[in-house]
């Protein structure tokens, strides 16, 4: 049998993605039992209704949580600002942790929950859920077997609706709150297709800059529409676009350049994975990668983590990648404040 664990999980009223974590986490088998802590109460009945018998103890305390439960893992879904000193206070009492992102609003705060995960030997993975995604994950195997040879550019752009924001109720989330999210439309979705650039190219950003705004109008302190300019340490560059323009829906893809053929990822509508090598064939062609249908989502990714933490497996995300990730946006957000390019550690 399956080595099994207890998850922890501490959220609040509007927590995100409470329904792929409690729905997950009632199919995963690693995880054999389930605690709550949310002080608003409001996700208990959502919790009770997914997770059935599995959850086990409900509490509004996080710190009444985790001495009554320990758990050996706990996944922290709180809105940024809220977030280091609970994953702090987890990961000193022994918890390995599961964070929404971005878990901060600044980097060094986040860079210092990775030291100290570090420091108590605990993983520390944020929940970049498309990771785990068939497409993406073929699509790093290529860039790894040398099918694009040298990596000269790359280019994304996640695009998704302005409708939320045109209503007064979400607009009062801290969603929309900068001082309580971080920032806007880069940190809560285009941060997934950012990772996922970095994740499949294999690459680092060395340098970045760009511009960032309220294009839309709506009054929220956030950015609404933000755009990126990346000098990687390998010599190349990239692009990124991301913004609230839609009436529903997304437009996403992340392209990829190299001197041995490219790659492009879709959305997953259509042809989600296609890619074009002269490297070791007389006849290239464009060729394209089919995957079941449905299988994206939440359940895998922390499916992985929960083994992770259960020593099953390697983690799906390393602390310091997500710090990466973390430095490079709030380093645009610096670039886009001060008009001045912006280097990456």
Same mark, same amino acid.
């Not at 956030?222 to 560059?237: K, R, W, Y």
């Not at 323009?245 to 997304?250: A, N, Q, S």
């Given at each position: 049998?399956?080595?099994?664990?207890? !998850?922890?999980?501490?959220?609040?009223? $509007?927590?995100?993605?409470?329904? $792929? *974590?409690?729905?997950?986490?009632?199919?995963?088998?690693? +995880?054999?039992? !389930?605690?709550?802590?949310?002080?608003?109460?409001?996700?208990?009945?959502?919790? =009770?209704?997914?997770?059935?018998?599995?959850?086990?103890? /409900? /509490?509004? $305390?996080? +710190?009444?949580?985790?001495?009554?439960?320990?758990?050996?893992?706990?996944?922290?879904?709180?809105?940024?600002?809220?977030?280091?000193?609970?994953?702090?206070?987890?990961?000193?009492?022994?918890?390995?942790?599961?964070?929404?992102?971005?878990?901060?609003?600044? +980097?060094?705060?986040?860079?210092?929950?990775? =030291?100290?995960?570090?420091?108590?030997?605990?993983?520390?993975?944020?929940?970049? +859920?498309? =990771?785990?995604?068939?497409?993406?994950?073929?699509? %790093?195997?290529?860039?790894?077997?040398?099918?694009?040879?040298?990596? *000269?550019?790359?280019?994304?752009?996640?695009?998704?609706? @302005?409708?939320?924001?045109?209503?007064?109720?979400?607009?009062? #989330?801290?969603?929309?709150?900068?001082?309580?999210?971080?920032?806007?439309?880069?940190?809560?979705?285009?941060?997934?297709?950012? $990772?996922?650039?970095?994740?499949?190219?294999?690459?680092?950003?060395? @340098?970045?800059?760009?511009?960032?705004?309220?294009?839309?109008? @709506?009054?929220?302190?956030?950015?609404?529409?933000?755009?990126?300019?990346?000098?990687?340490?390998?010599?190349?560059?990239? #692009?990124?676009?991301?913004? *609230?323009?839609?009436?529903?829906?997304?437009?996403?893809?992340? %392209?990829?350049?190299?001197?041995?053929?490219?790659?492009?990822?879709?959305?997953?509508?259509? #042809?989600?994975?296609?890619? *074009?090598?002269?490297?070791?064939?007389?006849?290239?062609? !464009?060729?394209?990668?089919?995957?079941?249908?449905?299988? =994206?989502?939440?359940?895998?990714?922390?499916?992985?983590?929960?083994?992770?933490?259960?020593?099953?497996?390697?983690?799906?995300?390393?602390?310091?990648?997500?710090?990466?990730?973390?430095?490079?946006?709030?380093?645009?957000?610096?670039?886009? %404040? #001060?008009?001045?390019? @912006?280097?990456?550690?």
């Amino acid at each position: 049998m399956p080595k099994s664990i207890k !998850v922890g999980v501490i959220t609040q009223a $509007d927590g995100g993605h409470q329904p $792929d *974590y409690f729905g997950a986490l009632a199919k995963i088998e690693e +995880a054999e039992s !389930v605690a709550l802590s949310d002080p608003s109460g409001n996700s208990e009945a959502l919790a =009770r209704k997914l997770l059935g018998d599995k959850l086990k103890l /409900v /509490v509004k $305390d996080p +710190a009444e949580m985790l001495k009554k439960f320990e758990p050996q893992m706990t996944v922290v879904s709180l809105e940024s600002a809220a977030a280091p000193p609970v994953i702090a206070a987890a990961l000193e009492a022994g918890c390995h942790i599961f964070a929404e992102k971005p878990s901060c609003t600044r +980097a060094e705060d986040f860079a210092k929950l990775v =030291r100290k995960a570090e420091m108590k030997h605990r993983l520390l993975m944020m929940a970049f +859920a498309n =990771r785990s995604h068939s497409p993406v994950r073929e699509a %790093k195997k290529l860039v790894q077997a040398g099918k694009l040879g040298k990596i *000269y550019a790359l280019e994304t752009h996640l695009v998704t609706d @302005q409708t939320r924001l045109k209503n007064p109720d979400y607009r009062k #989330t801290w969603f929309c709150s900068k001082d309580r999210a971080g920032g806007g439309i880069l940190t809560w979705v285009g941060i997934h297709w950012l $990772d996922l650039l970095l994740y499949m190219s294999g690459l680092k950003i060395k @340098q970045v800059t760009g511009f960032a705004g309220n294009v839309g109008g @709506q009054p929220i302190d956030i950015e609404d529409s933000a755009t990126l300019c990346f000098h990687f340490q390998n010599g190349g560059f990239g #692009t990124m676009t991301n913004g *609230y323009y839609l009436d529903k829906g997304y437009h996403s893809h992340v %392209k990829i350049w190299g001197d041995q053929g490219w790659l492009q990822l879709s959305s997953v509508e259509e #042809t989600p994975l296609e890619w *074009y090598s002269i490297k070791d064939t007389k006849e290239p062609k !464009v060729e394209k990668f089919e995957y079941p249908k449905g299988e =994206r989502g939440y359940l895998r990714f922390l499916q992985s983590a929960v083994r992770a933490s259960a020593g099953l497996e390697e983690p799906p995300i390393t602390a310091e990648e997500a710090l990466h990730v973390l430095r490079s946006i709030f380093a645009f957000y610096e670039a886009a %404040k #001060t008009g001045k390019t @912006q280097s990456i550690e």
